[in-house]
């Protein structure tokens, strides 16, 4: 051997190690676990939202960042990791699998199955979180998105690409509310994405079986992260589900997501904040909670015509106790919404269901995506049924002799017959339009509340056959009075008069 090949060999010799030292700093020591959070030493590089890798191959992902060490979260079962075992960083953000391939799907946050069926082919990826569209991607809400549901389209109509809250007690119909309108998605051509929180399992393979019947499962994706899954996962699902959505929104295509609930996922946040030792702030969530929900729901968006002209609409729902709107996480997710859908425990005890409590519900910028024609009928529902409900409370403190109040009276019962729907049975928009037509011009009056029910049914398939209604058919954008000279026509032939 040469003294050029010994020094060749040194040299090699030494790259070698400096290698070796390279990786040394990419991985790391867990020093203490706790309910599916590592406390990791050292594996200085990590960055937020990284993809750590744990000896037994499970997977955690980097929530939070201290000097010397980190907090993961796991995302799969931490059997077998033990403290003092080591942690590798993976060089890559948590992401998740995007593409066509998910549609009709029930996945984890991570875009396995949970279906029984082999992994969704997708070719992309896109990291969980994402920054929201800026002011200039982004265009007006200016198109409904119909829920079928009366008592929304006609009060507090939700645009594509509106954040609308649905919030209220427990077992009061909030879920019922979204599920409803992913499945009045089955005409739209809207993409739908039901993301389970914190559900217990039972629950969410309630709503897979409501859409698989009645809605289009081949257009809808269900991310479900259970109570029982990790809370990493947990954490993940809002993020992950709408990254899965902005795909499609990026392509122009038109998105609902439903969060359901955002309370758990508050909750969620809380419990690793407190593991990791995140100073509490106010009723023990840390600082950053409101945040984390913004930016979450930032995200929903009515892009632009040059970025594609697609929308992603969100309803996240959120749970109050005791009718505490003004509790913390509610007043949070109030206030990063265009609005709330608040749902009422005593409406709906007393059968008016769904059991949206009219004075409590706003809708910020839904008006403006609300087709003209159904603007034009539902002007004066709102005042009408407040005053009935007013009068309500008030006659059962005596007799109601005037016979204008019992006009009045008469008018209210029928508008809460009109807003009160059963499930899975949306109405067509000019069937709802038809409706209130029918009740503004008193056909409605005479007619016993208990049939209306029937007159929601035998609406729509005349009004199909009505070639007169063809231009209101295409787009109910303005309401001409001959037009609805013809729907109070159809209404009149409905109610058999
Ligand atoms: N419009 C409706 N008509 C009749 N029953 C309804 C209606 N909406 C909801 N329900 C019934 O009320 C019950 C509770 O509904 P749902 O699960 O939607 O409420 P929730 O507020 O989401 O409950 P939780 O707090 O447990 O999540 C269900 O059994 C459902 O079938
Ligand atoms: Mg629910």
């Known amino acids: 051997m040469s003294g050029d090949d010994a020094g060749l060999e040194r040299l090699r010799g030494r790259i070698a190690e400096a290698r070796l030292g390279a990786a040394l700093e990419e991985t790391g020591t867990i020093l203490a676990l706790a309910d599916g959070l590592a406390e990791v030493g050292g594996l200085q590089g990590a960055e937020l939202n990284e993809i750590v890798i744990f000896v037994t191959g499970a997977r955690g992902f980097v929530l939070t960042l201290e000097e010397d060490r980190l907090h993961a979260a796991f995302l799969d079962p931490p059997d077998g990791v033990e403290a003092g075992s080591s942690v590798a960083r993976s060089g890559h953000i948590a992401s998740v699998p995007v593409g066509e391939a998910l549609l009709g799907r029930v996945l984890d946050p991570l875009g396995r199955p949970l279906d029984e069926a082999p992994a969704p082919g997708c070719t992309e990826t896109l ?12 265009d007006f809400v200016s198109e409904p998105l119909e829920t079928g549901l009366l008592v929304v389209d006609a009060l507090f109509a939700v645009g594509r690409g509106q954040r609308e809250l649905i919030i209220g007690e427990r077992q009061t119909g909030k879920t019922s509310i979204a599920v409803d309108a992913i499945i009045n998605q089955a005409t739209s051509g809207v993409i739908c994405i039901y993301v389970a929180i ?6 969410v393979r309630r709503v897979i079986e409501a859409v698989r019947s009645r809605g289009r499962m081949e257009r809808t994706i269900f991310v479900v992260a259970e109570a029982t899954a990790a809370p990493g996962l947990r954490w993940l699902a809002p993020f992950a589900a709408t990254s899965m959505a902005e795909w499609f929104r990026d392509k122009g295509q038109h998105v609902l997501i439903v969060y359901d609930d955002l309370t758990k996922h508050a909750e969620t946040h809380r419990e690793i904040a407190l593991l990791s030792r995140q100073p509490p702030g106010r009723e023990a969530y840390p600082g950053d909670i409101f945040y984390l929900h913004a930016r979450l729901l930032e995200r929903a968006a009515r892009m632009s015509a040059a970025r594609g002209g697609g929308s992603l609409t969100a309803l996240p729902i959120a749970e109050i106790e005791a009718g505490n709107l003004s509790a913390y996480i509610p007043t949070n997710l109030i206030s990063i919404s265009d609005g709330q859908l608040v749902t009422s425990q005593g409406l709906f005890a ?12 706003v809708s910020r910028v839904g008006g403006k995506a609300q087709w003209g024609a159904m603007k034009a009928v539902a002007g004066r529902l709102r005042l009408d049924y407040a005053q009935y409900l007013e009068m309500k409370m008030f006659s059962r403190f005596g007799g109601m002799g005037d016979a204008a109040l019992k006009t009045r ?24 339009i038809a409706l209130l037509a029918a009740l503004n011009e008193g056909l409605l009056d005479a007619a016993d509340p208990a049939r209306l029910p029937a007159l929601k049914a035998a609406l729509p398939p005349l009004i199909a056959a009505e070639p007169r209604l063809a231009a209101l058919r295409a787009a109910p954008s303005a309401l001409d009075d001959a037009t609805r000279a013809v729907l109070l026509d159809v209404a009149r032939s409905a109610l058999g008069r």
């Open 409 to 432: 009276m008469a008018r209210g019962e029928r508008i809460a017959e009109l807003l009160a729907q059963p499930r899975f049975a949306p109405l067509a928009v000019l069937t709802q």
């Open 198 to 203: 914190g559900q217990r399992m039972s629950a």
């Open 350 to 361: 007393a059968n008016q269901r769904p059991a949206v409590d009219i004075g409590l519900s």
């Open 127 to 138: 990291p969980a979180e994402r920054p929201a569209p800026a002011i200039i991607e982004r």
